[in-house]
C-alpha cells in the first residue's frame, strides 16, 4: 500500500471517530505531516483524496474544513402519480418544489444512459426540457429535472414550447395529442455529479447526486406503446436520502 494511501486513511479514520469534528479547521499541513510522520506532500496528496471523498473541503486563506454531515431529508418510496392544480407530480414529498428559473427546452443528442429507455440509437436527436426547482420560501435548490422526448414527436410541437400550458407536457399528451392514459415507472440510482448539477445544486466536492429515472408511455394514438419521455431527477445525495416501509410476509 503506498505511503499516501496509508496516511489518508489514518486521517479518514481520525475524521470518523472525532479527532478532527464536524465543522473544525483541521491542523495545518506541516504540523499535520508531524502528527503522521511523513511529508507535508504526502498529507497534500492525502487532503486531496478525502475531499473527492467529501469528508473535507479545502478553502482559500481559511485552511480545510472538515466537511458538516447535515441530518438527511427522507423522502418515503411513493409508487403514486399525484395531480393539483398545477399538474402531475411525483411523490407528495415534492408537492411544494417551484422552478427557481424558466425552464430551457434545446435540441441535443441523447445521452448514452437515455437512449435505450426511449428505444433510440445513442447520439440520436432528442428535445431537452430542463427545470431547476427549489424551496420558493428560502430560494434553495433542491432538485434538478430534465426529460428528454424522441425529435420525432415533439420538435415543433407544443412539447418543445417552453411554456406547455396548463397541467404541462403530461396533459398535452393525454389531451391535446390523444396519448392515452400515460403510465411511468422509475428507478433509483446514484452517481458523480457533473459540474454543472454541482454549480447548481451547491455540491461539496465528492459528494454525489441522487438519481430518479422515469419513463413515461404512452397507450393510445400514434405513439401507442412507445416511450415518450424519460425524467431524469437529481439531488443533493448528502441531503437526502429515500426511505420505504417494510412489511412482513406470511412466509
Known amino acids: 500500500?503506498?505511503?499516501?494511501?496509508?496516511?489518508?486513511?489514518?486521517?479518514?479514520?481520525?475524521?470518523?471517530?472525532?479527532?478532527?469534528?464536524?465543522?473544525?479547521?483541521?491542523?495545518?499541513?506541516?504540523?499535520?505531516?508531524?502528527?503522521?510522520?511523513?511529508?507535508?506532500?504526502?498529507?497534500?496528496?492525502?487532503?486531496?483524496?478525502?475531499?473527492?471523498?467529501?469528508?473535507?473541503?479545502?478553502?482559500?486563506?481559511?485552511?480545510?474544513?472538515?466537511?458538516?454531515?447535515?441530518?438527511?431529508?427522507?423522502?418515503?418510496?411513493?409508487?403514486?402519480?399525484?395531480?393539483?392544480?398545477?399538474?402531475?407530480?411525483?411523490?407528495?414529498?415534492?408537492?411544494?418544489?417551484?422552478?427557481?428559473?424558466?425552464p430551457t427546452v434545446t435540441e441535443g443528442p441523447c445521452p448514452p444512459d437515455i437512449a435505450p429507455l426511449l428505444g433510440l440509437v445513442p447520439a440520436a436527436t432528442v428535445v431537452i426540457r430542463d427545470r431547476v426547482m427549489g424551496d420558493p420560501a428560502t430560494g434553495r435548490v433542491l432538485q434538478l429535472a430534465t426529460?428528454?422526448?424522441p425529435a420525432d414527436l415533439a420538435a415543433g410541437a407544443i412539447l418543445a414550447e417552453a411554456d406547455t400550458g396548463p397541467g404541462g407536457i403530461y396533459d398535452r399528451m393525454e389531451n391535446d395529442l390523444g396519448w392515452g392514459r400515460l403510465e411511468w415507472a422509475g428507478a433509483i440510482s446514484s452517481r458523480a455529479a457533473t459540474p454543472e448539477e454541482t454549480r447548481l445544486l451547491v455540491l461539496a466536492p465528492g459528494v454525489p447526486v441522487l438519481c430518479v429515472t422515469r419513463t413515461t408511455t404512452a397507450t393510445a394514438g400514434a405513439a401507442a406503446g412507445r416511450v415518450v419521455e424519460v425524467n431524469a431527477t437529481r439531488r443533493d445525495a448528502s441531503h437526502f436520502e429515500v426511505g420505504y416501509p417494510i412489511a412482513r410476509h406470511p412466509s
Open 147 to 149: 426529460s428528454y422526448l
Open 1 to 102: 500500500m503506498a505511503l499516501w494511501t496509508q496516511v489518508t486513511d489514518q486521517i479518514r479514520a481520525d475524521i470518523n471517530t472525532g479527532r478532527y469534528p464536524a465543522g473544525t479547521l483541521m491542523p495545518r499541513e506541516i504540523d499535520l505531516a508531524q502528527t503522521y510522520r511523513t511529508s507535508k506532500a504526502t498529507i497534500h496528496k492525502a487532503l486531496a483524496h478525502l475531499e473527492t471523498e467529501g469528508l473535507i473541503i479545502q478553502t482559500q486563506g481559511r485552511g480545510t474544513l472538515v466537511r458538516p454531515q447535515p441530518a438527511r431529508q427522507r423522502i418515503t418510496l411513493d409508487t403514486n402519480v399525484y395531480r393539483d392544480e398545477l399538474g402531475y407530480y411525483f411523490s407528495a414529498a415534492v408537492q411544494d418544489l417551484r422552478a427557481m428559473q424558466p
